[in-house]
Nanobody, 115 residues
């Protein structure tokens, strides 16, 4: 059974940084096109960043130059380094497969950017 566990969120001041992790069990990450998503209160869940099995990366315009997605297939873990955080980045962050959101959603990790 596939399980995704996101961690690393928290409360941070504007301009700060956080590093999110997504650990997977029940699958081998290396074969999948993966992504980070986020959902702010009252809004839809949007794709933030994605990375193919071969390391091709794309970012939403709103996070380009600030966020970095990475994967460690040996650890079955996906990462999101978030820098220069803005209040608009406040959301629950999730990981999943990038095209069809194949896997059951994890609980997500809350990121709150506030002074």
């Amino acid at each position: 059974q596939v399980q995704l566990v996101e961690s690393g969120g928290g409360l941070v001041q504007p301009g700060g940084s956080l590093r999110l992790s997504c650990a997977a069990s029940g699958i081998s990450f290396r074969a999948y096109y993966l992504a980070w998503y986020r959902q702010a209160p009252g809004k839809q869940r949007d794709l933030v960043a994605s990375i193919t099995p071969h390391g091709i990366i794309n970012y939403a315009d709103s996070v380009k130059g600030r966020f970095i997605i990475a994967r460690d297939n040996t650890k079955n873990t996906l990462y999101l380094q978030m820098n220069s955080l803005e209040p608009e980045d406040t959301a629950v962050y999730f990981c999943n497969e990038a095209t069809s959101r194949l896997f059951p959603w994890g609980q997500g990790t809350q990121v709150t950017v506030s002074s």
